[in-house]
C-alpha cells in the first residue's frame, strides 16, 4: 500500500486485495463509520480507500492520523477469518423433540462465520418434507447459505428410502474442486469426509468436514484413512483446517491424526483442553473439534448458551485465525 498525496489518502494498486479480501473489508464495516478512532465518512471503493480528512478529536492532523491508523486496521481485517463447526441433528433439537432449522439458520449467521462446517445436513428427506411444517424447499445446505454463503459443497453418506443425509462446508469465497471420500466401516453407519480448497484472505486453505464412526475401533481405522488420503493431495505445509464431529470421547484423533499430519486443536491450543460439546444442555464430552495448521489461531469460543443449546443436540465451535507470519 502506498500513501497518497492528498488528505487522508491511502491508495490500494490493484495488486493489493485480492476479491474475498475486498468483500471481507467491506462487510465488516468500513461504510458509515470508520473503524479508526473518532473518525466519521470513511468509504471502500473497489480498490481505493479514502477518509474525508474530518476527525472527531480536536486538534489532530487527519493527514497523518487517518493513513497511519487506517493502515494496520486494514491488514489485521483482511487476514483474519472465522470457522464454525456445527452437528446439526438434521434440524432439530435434542431428542428430536423441536424443528428448529429456521432458528439455527438465524443463529448461525449472527457468528459472522465465513467459513461453516456441518454435519449430519439433510439432503433429502421425503417423509420430513410432508409431514414437518415449514420444512424448506431447498436442501438443508442451500437453505442454511441462502445469500450468506454464496459457495456451499455437500457430501452424501448416508442414503436410505426416504433421503439422504452427509456433511457441508459453506463459504464466503469459492470452494475450489470438492471432493466427498467416503470412508465408511461398515454398511450399517455410513461416513465420509468432504475437503476442498479456499482461497481466504488469509490464504489458500484446505478445508475438511467429516464426521466419524460411535465406534472406537472403526474410527482409528478412518482416522488413518483421512491421515493418507490428506497426505496425498497437499504439501506437509500446506495451511489446513479440519472440523467436524469427530466422536472422539477417548481423545485418539490427536496421537491418530493431528500428530501426523501437524495439527494442532484450536480449544487445547487456546484453553489447554478439547471443547465439551455433548449433551448440548449440559455438555460433559468433547465430541466436537477444530484442527487447524499454517495458520495463527487468534480466539476459540463454545456456542453452548442460549440459544444454541436448545437447537441441536450438539454445541457448536467457532475459532478464529490469521495468516501465519
Known sequence: MDRGGSKGLAVATPGTFNAPQRR??????????????GWDHCYVTGILTHCNGSCNRPGRRSENVGFHAMRPII??????????SLNIHKGFSSGNRKFTLPALREAVRTTGADLVFLQEVLGRHDRHERRVPGWPSQPQMEYLADSVWPSFAYGRNAIYEAGHHGNAILSKFDIDNPVNVDISSSRAERRGFL???IDTPAGMILCVCLHLSLRERDRSRQLRQVVDQLEKVVAADHPMIIAGDFNDWR???????????GLREAFRAAHGREASTFPSAFPI????????????????????????KNLSDHAGLTAEFEAAA
Open 251 to 261: 481423545r485418539r484423533a490427536d496421537m491418530e491424526m493431528a500428530r501426523p499430519l
Open 285 to 308: 464430552l468433547a465430541l466436537d473439534r477444530i484442527y487447524f495448521r499454517g495458520l495463527r489461531l487468534v480466539s476459540a469460543q463454545t456456542l453452548r448458551d442460549p440459544p444454541w
Open 75 to 84: 491488514e489485521v481485517a483482511m487476514q483474519t477469518i472465522r470457522a464454525l
Open 24 to 37: 471481507r473489508f467491506e462487510e465488516i464495516g468500513i461504510k458509515n463509520k470508520c473503524l479508526m478512532v
Open 195 to 197: 475437503r476442498g480448497k
